[in-house]
């Protein structure tokens, strides 16, 4: 036998001496040390979990974003008294709406990007459902003549893949308080994404103002120049029906060739002559042309203009002030001032408060806010002198007047 195969021997026979098993009473006393061990590290473990929960919500908290919470939503004894952050209402079909039918449950925004204050629960990054959202600015009225308010709410739905946008318009809801103070919508009013800056009950009308260049289920497209105009609708006690106001919309300026709405433009005259012929032009992305005349709002040089769309007679409907150029033969590109209105298919002149015959430059043309007065500065081609002029609205017209002109 080798030394190595003497020595493996020996520790054979030497380590059931070696590694002899405890006494079970000492494997007893181990076990319940183990046992309590574990028991504190399990505590520990959930004071661990509760502090990163705490960190958590303070780090959301800080973010801006507020975990939405499990509570049902309260029931109001009054439709004016709902919390519109916190609430459950059925919503009614409506094959022109992309809002779902049926009932939604209502939780406070998770974020102040897009300007709704509540909305429903949905996976970011689950867009099989439609959200359906809350907007600010709710109005109360009696709608169906039984003596109790209805609520007037904006609202958005949307299953785009870019989710909610803060740009995009909204869509008007009535909603009734039923006997057992639950909520149900009763129709929607109004252009799916529009917007809506004003509207109100009044003697059981619901009067919209309502303003977008294109709107539609799956499209909407806005410009500072798109003109308000009101709808007015009436319960019939199954539906809403449109009852006066325009039937739509006009675009001063269309996104492609051709594709405004007819805009009339007046004779400009110089004395007896007609400077600058008028007529019918629809306006494009490019300058409207009317023979060997162009027409361009912002194609003569002009160093400060500003147009507006603005309602100045209170009717309703916004009006124009627009600065409209004339180029022709023997007529340099000169601008003019025009007043739009609405008509019921096309822009006409209400007025030109400065009908340019050929002999300025419309250096600066800036209206107040609320369109009632008009600030102008005209350069003489022929002295270079400039003057300043202040035209005020006297309810049909600016004055004082600058040039003449004519409807044709």
């Given amino acids: 036998m080798s030394p190595w195969e003497s020595r493996l021997e020996d520790f054979r026979a030497a380590a059931p001496a070696a590694f002899r098993p405890p006494p079970l009473p000492a494997i007893a006393a181990r076990g319940r040390r183990r046992r309590r061990r574990a028991i504190v590290v399990w505590g520990s473990s959930g004071m661990v979990a509760a502090a990163v929960a705490a ?37 009614p079909p409506d094959p022109n709406s992309p809002c779902p039918a049926g009932p939604v449950r209502v939780y406070p925004r998770d974020s102040t990007a897009y300007g709704h204050i509540g909305q429903t629960r949905r996976d970011p990054d689950d867009y099989s459902t439609v959200l359906f959202a809350i907007l600010p600015a709710v109005v109360y009225g009696d709608v169906t003549g039984d003596g109790q ?19 995009q318009g909204s869509q008007l809801l009535v909603v009734q308080q039923q006997a057992d103070r639950s909520l149900r919508g009763l129709g929607f009013l109004g252009v799916v994404h529009a917007k809506y800056p004003a509207y109100r009950v009044e003697d059981g009308k619901v009067y919209v103002k309502l303003s977008y260049h294109h709107a539609s289920w799956g499209s909407f497209g806005y410009n500072h120049l798109d003109t ?12 809403f029906l449109r009852i006066g106001g325009r039937p739509g919309n006009l675009n001063y300026r269309g996104q492609k060739a051709d594709s405004g709405s007819p805009v009339r433009l007046a004779d400009l005259m110089r004395g007896s002559e007609v400077a ?11 300058p409207a042309t009317i023979g060997a005349f162009a027409f361009d709002g912002a194609g003569f040089g002009g160093e400060e203009i500003e147009d507006l769309a603005v309602d100045i007679n209170q009717d309703g409907d916004d009006e124009l002030i627009v600065a409209v150029s004339c180029a022709g033969p023997g007529y340099p590109a000169s601008g003019s001032v025009y007043v739009f209105g609405q008509g019921d298919t096309m822009f006409f002149p209400m007025d030109v408060p400065f009908a340019n015959d050929g002999s300025f430059d419309l250096v600066r043309m800036v209206p107040t806010a609320d369109g009632r007065t ?35």
């Fill in 149 to 167: 308010p209805e609520a007037v709410l904006p609202v958005r739905c949307t299953a785009f893949e870019d989710g909610m946008m803060p740009e």
């Fill in 228 to 239: 308000g105009f009101t709808q007015v609708f009436r319960w019939d006690g199954t539906a």
């Fill in 374 to 408: 008009i600030e102008l500065t005209l350069r003489d081609r022929a002295t270079g002198d400039e003057d300043s002029h202040t035209l005020t609205w006297n309810g049909k017209r600016f004055d004082p007047h600058l040039g003449t002109y004519r409807l044709p």
């Fill in 55 to 91: 960190l958590l919500m303070l780090t959301m908290s800080l973010a801006g974003v507020t975990p939405l919470p499990e509570l049902p939503p309260p029931i109001a004894d009054t439709i004016t008294d709902v919390d519109w952050t916190r609430a459950a209402v059925v919503l």
């Fill in 276 to 286: 600058c012929p008028g007529g019918v032009v629809r306006r494009g992305p490019d």
